[in-house]
Antibody
Framework: EVQLVESGGRLVQPGGSLRVSCSAS????????DQWVRQVPGKGLEWVSL????????HYADSVKGRFTISRDSAKNTLYLQMNNLRAEDTAVYYC??????????WGQGTLVTVSS | EIVLTQSPGTLCLSPGERATLSCRAS???????LAWYQQKPGQAPRLLID???RRATGIPDRFSGSGSGTDFTLTINRLEPEDFAVYYC?????????FGGGTKVEIK
């Protein structure tokens, strides 16, 4: 079973940028999709973005479109989320997930991003 | 965007009872690509059900999903102590993929 480990979360000022990463423990064969889902502590889940294994297809939530970019490095088996122009409302735990469709079969433990001055 | 409304917000039950959780979509979910997740405090969510009714690997058969179109249900038969948690539905058919607001199942 693949293990996902996020990293890179930290305190950043409003308007700033941050890249969070997600490393997978093993390579997945066949078509798969990676996603980012976030959760404000104590609140519900919010879907952020997804990317196909070969990087040819991506989708974003309206709340992050134009500010966030999802990407992956297949050789490193690592997923990224580049976040620009960060706002206070982007403060959340960011989870990466993987699935053979758009369902999230596997989840990491999350990395906390805090946007505050 | 497909909006998912979960009800009730909180369900107070005793171990051994049956829990019935509802997830209603603002428009039909294509191919019934509706998933259910369980989340316990301090943990990441865990997939329980996908395609509205297919249990994920390792999920006990007391968990079952049903429904189609815009109305979906998660049923937990004979609640075990470890089942008290928050449950989310998610439509995985049409981007942006969306989650419901969650139902908390708590001990009565």
């Amino acid at each position: 079973e693949v293990q996902l480990v996020e990293s890179g979360g930290r305190l950043v000022q409003p308007g700033g940028s941050l890249r969070v990463s997600c490393s997978a423990s093993e390579f997945t064969f066949g078509t798969y999709w990676d996603q980012w889902v976030r959760q404000v502590p104590g609140k519900g889940l919010e879907w952020v973005s997804l990317i196909k294994d070969d990087g040819t297809e991506t989708h974003y939530a309206d709340s992050v479109k134009g500010r966030f970019t999802i990407s992956r490095d297949s050789a490193k088996n690592t997923l990224y989320l580049q976040m620009n122009n960060l706002r206070a409302e982007d403060t959340a735990v960011y989870y990466c997930t993987r699935g053979d469709g758009w369902v999230s079969n596997y989840w990491g433990q999350g990395t906390l991003v805090t946007v505050s001055s | 965007e497909i909006v998912l409304t979960q009800s009730p917000g909180t369900l107070c039950l005793s171990p051994g009872e049956r829990a019935t959780l509802s997830c209603r979509a603002s428009q039909s979910v294509g191919n019934n690509y509706l998933a259910w997740y369980q989340q316990k405090p301090g943990q990441a969510p865990r997939l329980l059900i996908d395609d509205a009714s297919r249990r994920a690997t390792g999920i006990p058969d007391r968990f079952s999903g049903s429904g189609s179109g815009t109305d979906f249900t998660l049923t937990i038969n004979r609640l075990e102590p470890e089942d008290f948690a928050v449950y989310y539905c998610q439509q995985c058919a049409t981007p942006p993929l969306t989650f419901g607001g969650g139902t908390k199942v708590e001990i009565k």
